[in-house]
Each structure stands twice: as C-alpha cells, then as structure tokens.
C-alpha cells in the first residue's frame, strides 16, 4: 500500500534567527515534503542514529537521516557504511593514503580502512531530522 503525500503549509518567507520581523498574513500553499526531499523513492531510506560520533556535524543520538542507496559517494559526504558487518555513520574522507571514515567528535578516532577489510558504503545522508523537542515526554 502506498503512503500518501504529506502536504504540509509553506510559511510565506524565511524566519529569520536574529531580531524579529513582523510577520505577513500571505500563504503560498502547502509542499510536499518527499517531493522535495527524495530524489529516488526506491533507494531512500530512514536510518535512526545511535551514539554521539557525529555531534560536530549537527547529527545526535536519536535523530533521523534520510539516506539515498542510490547517490555516488564523494570526499566529505556524510555517509552509512558497513565495517566488518557493522553498520556506522560517519564523514567520508578519500585521501591519498585511501579511505577513512571520519568520527565529528574528538572522542572518536578516525578509521581508516585497510586495504584487506570488509567494507562498502551503505548509502549517503542527504537530509538530517534533528529532534528540537523530545516528544517521549508528556505535556
């Protein structure tokens, strides 16, 4: 069965984080937001992130990563790769001395991969859902 559209209301302009603006009662519409966050239906996928070894780049415990299956992997995407079997998060860094799986936090070593190990780039973020408000709590 397939899911149908979420349409949800487009505020009319961009808010800014500084001072306030007055705001303008003009609506645009509502946007859809697979539409304008998937690419390729088929090889997007949600993935829930566990830990905090990626906290430098805005990504915490808990939040949700849209991931596409179907994106070509570059130097500095944000990246799900499988390790030996294990799935991780983390920034992928291509260098001169091969491949390295970089932690955003400084409790976390770098990992490189060696040339031998069983590794393959599950899919690339494209998209971060950072939780602003735990909805686990009541009220």
Not at 13 to 37: H, K, M, N, R
Not at 118 to 126: K, L, N, Y
Request: hydrophobic fraction near 40%.
């Amino acid at each position: 069965m397939d899911a149908q559209p979420l349409h949800l209301p487009l505020a009319p302009q961009a808010v800014p984080a500084g001072f306030p603006s007055p705001a303008q009662d003009y609506y645009e519409g509502p946007i859809d937001l697979t539409e304008q966050l998937v690419k390729d239906k088929a090889a997007t996928f949600i993935v829930r992130v566990v830990g905090d070894s990626m906290e430098g780049a805005g990504i915490s415990d808990g939040d949700e990563l849209l991931v596409d299956r179907s994106l070509e992997p570059r130097h500095g995407d944000v990246i799900v790769a499988v390790l030996d079997g294990e799935l991780t998060v983390k920034r992928l860094w291509l260098t001169a001395q091969g491949v390295v799986l970089h932690a955003e936090n400084q409790k976390y070593p770098d990992i490189h991969i060696a040339e031998l190990a069983d590794f393959r780039v599950w899919g690339v973020a494209t998209y971060g859902i950072h939780h602003l408000r735990d909805g686990r709590r009541a009220g």
